[in-house]
């Protein structure tokens, strides 16, 4: 009896793969952020070392273009060439490569909401706390630095602004400040480099990407307001699974900025 029962052979059991869980926040699709933030970073080291070697060539080899090379409006623009043009130009390319057309916009989450009106109560409260809260962060550290005999650093667009009263100067500081420098730096940090720095350290990225947004300002009494302020940005972003908010929230704290450091200038102070 035993001779009529076919022996099938065993099959092979399968090998467990233990499965690794997804990093929380990020869709399959933030791959293409990793390569989007280091060829945004590579482009704005590369423009950043262009542009000062130009300036510097120029200026040696003909002295008669020194007074164009320091013109405030041409020094303002060449300022937001290597991140907010260069960078910012990078990572869409990648993005356009990367992500199908119909997709592009809703990874940005950029996607046009029916209505913004849901979000002005989120912007208009946390201007009136963080602005005034930051204000004081900036007097402390002021402080404490004079204090201890370390030298204040003023933002470098102050000195432009001071040297330069023109209608088409002030308003390419708007469009700049105001607009411009709110959507590449949302994109850039909010966006990009967030979620490539939270494959890797998915509970520290906020921090992270906080501190990388006040390095790169270069202003030492602002660094723990701009940590503050990007923290904020990022929290909005992740409430309303949006940039919109931050970019409003930031373009009217930079317009903010801007009035204040105005009356200064007029006022002398």
Known sequence: MSDLIENKPDSPVPELVPEIPPVPGLSDRTGWCLPAAIGGIAATLSLLLTVMTGLSLVRRFYPGWIDLTSHPLLLLWLGVLPLHVGALVTVLGILAWMIPPGERVTELELKVP???LPFLPFVLGAILVLYPLNALL????QNVMQSMGWPLTEPAILELLRNSHGVLFWGSAIVIVVGLAAVAEEILFRKVLHDAVARFLPQQAMLVT???FALTHGVPEQMLPLILLSVVLQMSRRRFH????AIFLHG????ISLSLLKLGIEWGL
């Open 114 to 116: 029916v209505s913004f």
């Open 138 to 141: 900036i007097l402390l550290t």
């Open 210 to 212: 906080a501190l990388i």
């Open 242 to 245: 949006s940039l919109w908010p």
């Open 252 to 255: 009217a704290y930079n317009a």
